[in-house]
Structures are given as C-alpha cells and as structure tokens.
T-cell receptor
Framework: TQLLEQSPQFLSIQEGENLTVYCNSS?????LQWYRQEPGEGPVLLVT?????EVKKLKRLTFQFGDARKDSSLHITAAQPGDTGLYLC???????????FGKGTLLTVNP | GAGVSQSPSNKVTEKGKDVELRCDPI?????LYWYRQSLGQGLEFLIY????????KSGLPSDRFSAERTGGSVSTLTIQRTQQEDSAVYLC???????????FGPGTRLLVL
C-alpha cells in the first residue's frame, strides 16, 4: 500500500512570511499533483510534476519533485490571507486515476 | 455548466436507509472519478469510469456501494443500508482522459445518524 505523509499537519503564519510544506513517501510515483481545498469546496488542482528533480513555479508558489520521485515540497513566498486552505498532495502510482492522497496541511495566513 | 456539479450538497439520513448521490461532470470529459474524504483522512479512491470501458470498482468498500454512469455523462453513487461509518464527503471529479487536469465538484456531505 502506498502512503503519502504530509507535514506539518497544521501551519499558522502571518501575512508576508515564507513557508514550506512537505509530502513524503517510501514509494515511487510516476507523477504527483498538488491541490488546494477551501472549506465546503472540492480540491482545486495547482500543479502536476512528472520528472524527478522538476521544479515548477506558479506565481509565489514553487513546487519541487524529488530526484527519486518519492517526495515533493511546496514553498510559498510572502504568504497572503488568500493562500489559506488545505493543501493536498496526491501521487499516481501508475494507473493515472487511482491516486494516493496525503491527509493535507491546513494553512492559515493571518492578516 | 462550467464546472462539475454534485447533488445534494448535504444529506442527512438514518442508519439503514439507502442514499443516491449524483455527479454531473464537465461536458466532453470522458473520465469520471469518485473519491471519499473522511474526517482526518486523505481522499480515498472509490470508482473510475472512462468512456465506454468497464469501470474500475476496486475502491468500493463493500457491496453496499454501487455506481453507474449513464450515457457517458451523469453518474450516480448509491449506498444501500447506510452505516455510520459511511459518513464522509463524497467527491466527484472529471477530466478529458486521464492525462487531463482533474476538476473536482464541491462534494456531497453525507451524515448517517
């Protein structure tokens, strides 16, 4: 069974601070997705990383896929209250549809 | 519509009753997925539909759960004889093939009393 561990589980910071959340596994994934979920809504896809060592930037968000394709990180620069939400990582073990999700990091950015 | 819609948004039922949850995917999306999100748990795969192919039902937790997709569009997830452990948010997503970006619906929050 593939597992994805996300850390930290909870993170509360002030507006303007930087932060990094992690997604780790002992399993290799063919790709990994990051989502943000707000209360009462479904997850919204932020990015998909496919190649080991890949780095993708989405405005103030930087996503990295580990060289061995077992882990990933999300770095947010100068966090804003609008970044508040549950950040989920999801790994594809090769099926393209049976994703393994982490339990998420609940981020609160205080103004 | 522009996004994936699900109904009802909330459902409260008594233990032992049957419930039907509906998902309307984005028009033209061939792939449809059902996942379950329980409190404190990650999203759990339930079932996957792709075009006219046989669905992958391997994630359904018991034979009380069933799902169908009519005409390659709307999907219904049925839970028979609901149990309290079925309480969760049931999420539906669709995509254009499995390589396309997934779009999730807002979910149906099911509470079994």
């Amino acid at each position: 069974t593939q597992l994805l561990e996300q850390s930290p589980q909870f993170l509360s910071i002030q507006e303007g601070e930087n932060l990094t959340v992690y997604c780790n596994s002992s399993s290799v994934f063919s790709s990994l997705q990051w989502y943000r979920q707000e209360p009462g809504e479904g997850p919204v896809l932020l990015v998909t990383v496919v190649t080991g060592g890949e780095v993708k930037k989405l405005k103030r968000l930087t996503f990295q896929f580990g060289d061995a394709r077992k882990d990933s990180s999300l770095h947010i620069t100068a966090a804003q209250p609008g970044d508040t939400g549950l950040y989920l990582c999801a790994g594809d073990g090769g099926s393209n549809y049976k994703l393994t999700f982490g339990k998420g990091t609940l981020l609160t950015v205080n103004p | 519509g522009a996004g994936v819609s699900q109904s009802p948004s909330n459902k409260v039922t008594e233990k032992g009753k049957d419930v039907e949850l509906r998902c309307d995917p984005i028009s033209g999306h061939t792939a449809l997925y059902w996942y379950r999100q329980s409190l404190g748990q990650g999203l759990e795969f339930l079932i996957y539909f792709q075009g006219n192919s046989a669905p992958d039902k391997s994630g359904l937790p018991s034979d009380r759960f069933s799902a169908e997709r009519t005409g390659g569009s709307v999907s219904t997830l049925t839970i028979q004889r609901t149990q309290q452990e079925d309480s969760a948010v049931y999420l539906c997503a669709s995509s254009f093939g499995t390589s396309g970006g997934w779009v999730f619906g807002p979910g149906t929050r099911l509470l079994v009393l």
